[in-house]
């Protein structure tokens, strides 16, 4: 009996040896590999981009390309890519967790020469409430009122939750929430611990926080406005609020050359980054609830994105992520403090 | 008063008592009864429960075919194939060091016996970055894996490596008592019949460690299928690649598929309780 | 056997060869060197790097030193509710008989075979905010279980619940019944017997029990990332913090709070091993 057990898992296992679960992903003539990795939100947009991409590159090459993902949160992705996940392209949330990945050597070129300074997609901060808006939530200082149930990601994790942090900030700075002085640090920094105190929930990702307000959890979810509108897609009924000032969101995308050159894929992967700029593409994402760069594109999906009073960017009001990083989510960061203070 | 006044087990239920002793008693029994079955329904049987009616929320039909998506196939295959491997390795030498522990002494031997058993407290999360700090691209035997060609962390390896890790004391601990009470004279009589150190083993312990060995192997596997956070921290939950099932229905809740996670994790808990319940039914049976 | 066992008696079997056992041992302690201890090698030496004051100044953060504590005394809670529970239901799985019992003894196993993420989204299903329950606890008494210690609690009951039953279990089940029967001819009532009698020989696989499921309830991940809420200085464990600090790619306090945690994961292990020996020392006599 235990002999033939023991046959048995050796036939298994050499089985398994054989039909390789998962080898290196080298190239040969017929087919390539190519290993994405990117943030949770736009998991669906790449689910419908991939096999557009890779019917033109079989189209134009005669090559089978296939392709493996992994989505994440931006800042947990990022660290995966530098501690030894070999992606071949990365989609993240903010240019600082490319950054890090282009920091630790594994990316040596300028991605931002890339059109629109390598955004492949936008969004903003904004929103989910539930129907009807029974907490009539209609802008940030709403968020303060006390017994108020939020929720965002953790910012440790998250790129969208970072996001929704400086959007926030960025708005009491900017004079647009009422009750706190334009320019007012100190204000800005006691309305966001009023805010943070109602949090109830800090999800690892954006789209397991949004996916948690779907299941009854809390009045209000601050997220992207993407994420809400395929939520909604899929049929949840809750609306989109979109705050009076908000921050645009800027998501990047960029090849990773140390593993490219490693896997031998540069072309298919680089190849696939220009795809995403093109007008298909764009099309495609602003399908997913992403407000596209790409001027005909925008000028197209016009009515399905109201504009925003008061737009600002990472670069107008935070002047970049490289300043913002530190000065918000480092060891002595504003809002490191202050969800400390907050509980105490 | 009565002279003897019995306790309320089922063993001594044989001199009559009196009316009232006797139902308080059994009162008292059916409470006791009742409070246990009661708690073991509202923490166990009920989110089971929500766990099937989740699964089966669109009908069976519905449940059957989520789980019909190739990527639950190629989930759940890494997954066996990751249990498989660490109970082979395990039975092995999850054997040798029981043998070890029990049949020598030696200086170190309670660290030894202590060392085993830690796995079982070891945070999961603590595991995964263990493996990272040692095979990850900044790790310490990152030079080594470089040189050699190797990936380990971000594959499958070191998924294997981390469900060895928590999966190391079932083994030995289900083998060391069966050993023990074995005891070595008959192993010390077939060597003076002249059989070898290793046809003693085959021959004669073994057979009497069977039901220690097999129950070890199930626990093993059973606690391998079930394993997440170090597989998720030390792998990735690479989609084709390091995803395990525990991993897909991680997933597939991010995505909305509710009916295929709680399926999978249908499948998942409904093959390690077959395993587990059925192993004890057997050895009871062979009793 | 009946024949004459030659005089040589030694305490191991006299025919090993020297090099045989020599492989053997070298086996059993290169696959625990390379399993266990040199992964645990590493993360001592990447939180001791810069010595025990920079552990001190990562864990005595209030983040950090927050959510050891929440662990703590979550975890501690479990163990004591768990004790008194599981022995309840070793009691009434060994000693009666009832409808059902079978399955109880099967329910016990459960949560073995269920993976801890799949525990996790199941409580909330059943006891969170937009559930009956979790809905009507909170709109009456202002009660919130899910993503609040509460939950913790319970998602570590639902994964302990088999180690005191099982650790008890077996001892009942050998109890000498002569110590009860004589009290109970002594005049005692059952709740004395129990008390007074069974308890007392119970306690060793008790603690062992309790002592375990709490060892295992600090470090538990699965159930609680999902049920727990993971607002810093609220509702954050030390696991999860953990978890945190390794995807911001925080090295110092990463391997901090892991320290920590497997020095109490070794101390309780080895007080379990201490008292198990114990109990079977006390067995023999």
């Known amino acids: 009996m235990k002999t033939t057990f023991v046959k048995t898992v050796i036939v298994f296992i050499v089985i398994n040896l054989l039909t390789a679960c998962g080898g290196q992903a080298k190239t040969d003539s017929n087919t390539t590999k190519l290993i994405l990795g990117a943030y949770t939100t736009p998991r669906e947009a790449y689910g419908e981009l991939i096999p557009i991409f890779a019917a033109q590159w079989k189209e134009k090459n005669g090559q089978e390309v296939t392709f493996e993902e992994s989505y994440l949160g931006s800042g947990a992705q990022s660290r995966a890519i530098i501690e030894g996940f070999e992606a071949d392209i990365t989609a993240l949330s903010l240019d600082g967790d490319v950054q890090k990945i282009a920091d630790a050597g594994l990316i040596t070129h300028d991605w931002h020469t890339l059109p629109h300074n390598g955004m492949v997609s936008t969004s903003i901060v904004a929103f989910a409430v539930r129907k009807g808006n029974p907490k009539n939530i209609h802008d940030w200082a709403d968020l303060a009122q006390p017994g108020l149930e939020i929720l965002t990601p953790d910012p440790k994790t998250s790129g969208g939750a970072r996001w929704n942090i400086l959007a926030l900030y960025g708005a009491a700075l900017r004079g647009q929430v009422k009750g706190v002085a334009a320019n007012d640090e100190a204000a800005a920094t006691e309305f966001l611990k009023s805010v943070l105190k109602n949090v109830t929930v800090f999800d690892k990702g954006a789209r397991e926080s949004i996916t948690n307000f779907e299941a009854g959890t809390g009045d209000v979810a601050i997220s992207y406005e993407n994420e809400v509108l395929v939520g909604k897609q899929t049929g949840q009924d809750y609306e989109l609020v979109i705050p009076t000032s908000t921050i645009l969101i800027e998501n990047p995308v960029s090849v990773v050359d140390e593993y490219v050159d490693k896997h031998g894929t540069r072309e298919a992967a680089e190849a696939f980054v220009q795809f995403l700029f093109t007008k298909e593409a764009q099309e495609v994402f602003a399908k997913h609830g992403l407000r596209s760069l790409d001027t005909e594109v925008a000028a197209a999906t016009q009515d399905q994105y109201p504009a925003v009073t008061d737009l600002f960017t990472i670069g107008d009001q935070f002047k970049g992520w490289e300043e913002a990083t530190p000065k918000y989510f480092g060891d002595d960061g504003i809002y490191t403090k202050a969800i400390v203070e907050v509980q105490q | 008063m009565t002279t003897v006044a019995q306790p309320t087990t089922e063993v001594n239920a044989s001199t009559p008592r009196p009316e009232s002793i006797r139902s308080v008693s059994v009162w008292r029994r059916r409470l006791l009864i009742g409070v246990v079955v009661a708690y073991a329904a509202l923490l166990i049987l009920a989110p089971l429960t929500a766990l099937v009616s989740g699964a089966f929320a669109k009908g069976i039909g519905a449940s059957l075919t989520a789980l019909r998506d190739p990527a639950v196939f190629s989930a759940f295959r890494l997954t066996l194939y990751i249990a498989f491997i660490t109970v082979a390795i395990h039975a092995l030498f999850g054997t040798t060091l029981a043998w070890v522990l029990v049949r020598y002494r030696f200086r170190g031997r309670w660290l030894l016996n202590g060392v085993i058993d830690l796995p079982f407290a070891v945070s999961p999360v603590v595991v995964g970055y263990m493996l990272l700090l040692l095979f990850g691209r900044t790790g310490v035997l990152a030079p080594v894996l470089e040189a050699l060609n190797m990936k380990v962390a971000f594959a499958v390896p070191g998924m294997i490596l981390a469900t060895l890790f928590v999966t190391l004391p079932f083994m030995a601990r289900e083998v060391m008592p069966v050993l023990e009470s074995f005891g070595a004279e008959q192993e010390h009589a077939a060597a003076t019949l002249g059989a070898s150190g290793w046809q003693t083993f085959w021959m004669v312990t073994f057979p009497a460690l069977r039901w220690g060995f097999i129950y070890g192997v199930i626990l093993t596997f059973a606690r391998a299928l079930g394993e997440f956070g170090a597989v998720l921290v030390v792998g990735g939950g690479i989609q084709g690649r390091t995803e395990t099932l525990t991993l897909f229905i991680y997933r597939a809740l991010d995505e909305r598929q509710y009916v295929g996670a709680y399926s999978a994790a249908l499948v998942l808990g409904l093959l390690s309780l077959v395993l587990v319940v059925g192993t004890e039914l057997l050895r009871k049976r062979e009793k | ?285």
């Open chain 3, 1 to 285: 056997m009946t024949s004459i066992t030659p005089p040589l008696t030694t305490q191991e079997p006299p025919r090993r060869a020297p090099w045989g056992r020599w492989g053997i041992q070298s086996a059993a302690w290169t696959y625990v060197t390379l399993l266990l201890l040199i992964p645990l090698t590493v993360i001592f030496q990447d939180g001791l790097k810069g010595g025990l004051g920079t552990l001190w100044q990562s864990i005595s953060m209030p983040i950090a030193w927050s959510a050891l504590r929440l662990t703590l005394w979550t975890s501690a809670l479990m163990a004591v509710i768990n004790a008194i529970m599981g022995t309840l239901t070793a009691y009434v799985l060994v000693r009666y008989k009832f409808p059902g019992k079978s399955l109880l003894n099967a329910i016990v196993d459960l949560p073995l075979a269920i993976p801890t993420l799949v525990t996790g989204v199941m409580l909330v299903v059943l006891y969170g905010p937009q559930s009956f329950i979790g809905a009507w606890l909170k709109d009456q008494m202002d009660w919130r279980i899910i993503f609040a210690p509460p939950g913790i609690i319970l998602a570590l009951l639902f994964v302990n619940f088999p180690f005191v039953v099982r650790a008890v279990q077996p001892v009942l089940q050998s109890l000498d019944l002569e110590s009860e029967e004589a009290a109970a001819t002594l005049g005692a009532g059952s709740a004395t017997i129990f008390w007074r009698v069974t308890l007392p020989a119970l306690w060793l696989p008790i603690a062992s029990g309790a002592l375990l499921s709490f060892a295992r309830a600090i470090g538990e991940f699965g159930a609680i990332v999902i049920v727990a809420g993971n607002i810093p200085l609220r509702s954050q464990t030390a696991a999860v913090y953990v978890f945190g600090e390794v995807e911001s790619a925080n090295r110092q306090g990463a391997s901090a709070m892991s320290i920590v945690m497997l020095s109490l994961a070794f101390a309780m292990v080895l007080l379990v091993d201490w008292l198990r020996k114990r109990g079977r020392k006390d067995t023999e006599e």
